[in-house]
């Protein structure tokens, strides 16, 4: 696994770089062995001044795995709170592509199954 943070416009204090790369690495733990080659990029900035003067810090996330590419953004008051829906929209994201997976994988073997049994 490989993580990669960028800080734009933002000053990043080391304390929050490593709990924002702790709580944005969980979501790897739902892909299983295919985590070891994921690469992770995040990327934190401040947020842009069109109303939003409450909200100073964006998060975006690219988690790419083998030929899949899932992106999550958030735009928070607190890198930490930003980090936390980030890593909510990731998980939600990889739960979804995982379910889909299984799911045409059933209707493979289901639809070989009847094409089997068409000579009784």
């Known amino acids: 696994m490989n993580i990669i ?4 416009k933002y000053k990043l204090s080391p304390e929050t770089e490593a709990l924002i790369e702790k709580k944005l690495a969980a979501p790897l733990r739902l892909l299983g062995e295919a985590g070891d080659t994921a690469l992770l990029e995040i ?3 401040e947020a842009p001044p069109e109303g939003r003067s409450s909200e100073p810090c964006r998060i975006v996330a690219r988690l790419i795995i083998h030929d899949k590419v899932f992106r999550a953004e958030a ?5 930490e709170s930003a980090a936390d829906r980030v890593r909510g929209e990731l998980e939600a994201e990889i739960r979804r592509e995982r379910g889909r997976t299984r799911r045409l994988l059933k209707r493979g073997n289901a639809a070989l199954k009847r094409m089997l049994r068409f000579g009784r």
């Open 43 to 45: 990327e934190i900035k």
């Open 75 to 79: 735009v928070k008051p607190t890198p």
């Open 5 to 8: 943070i960028k800080a734009t």
